[in-house]
């Protein structure tokens, strides 16, 4: 059951990252690292159940967590540098 919340978790939070790179704003940003926690914990809970799969479990992590940082950071520029230019 977990690892069903786990996989699901990751899907929806990669779309919709890539979802709030395209269309940012302060709200989804924080959806964004609300789903990505909600990934990562689920991902540790399912390491203790079965530390077998410790390797594989954490280069699949990295991977996932270095996706949704590199988009949360596309979406945190085009935020700012948009209301920066509106500024102006």
Known sequence: MIL???????????LFV???AL???KFKIGIALLL????????VVLVFNNPAYLGKA???????????????AVARK???SHSFSERL
């Not at 954490?58 to 949360?72: D, E, K, M, Q």
């Open 4 to 14: 069903t919340i786990h996989i699901i978790s990751a899907i929806i939070s990669l």
């Open 18 to 20: 890539s979802y709030t």
């Open 23 to 25: 269309v940012p704003s």
């Open 36 to 43: 990505t926690f909600a990934t990562i914990v689920s991902g």
């Open 58 to 72: 954490c280069v699949s992590g990295l991977v996932y967590i270095g996706s949704v940082l590199a988009l949360s």
């Open 78 to 80: 085009r935020l700012y």
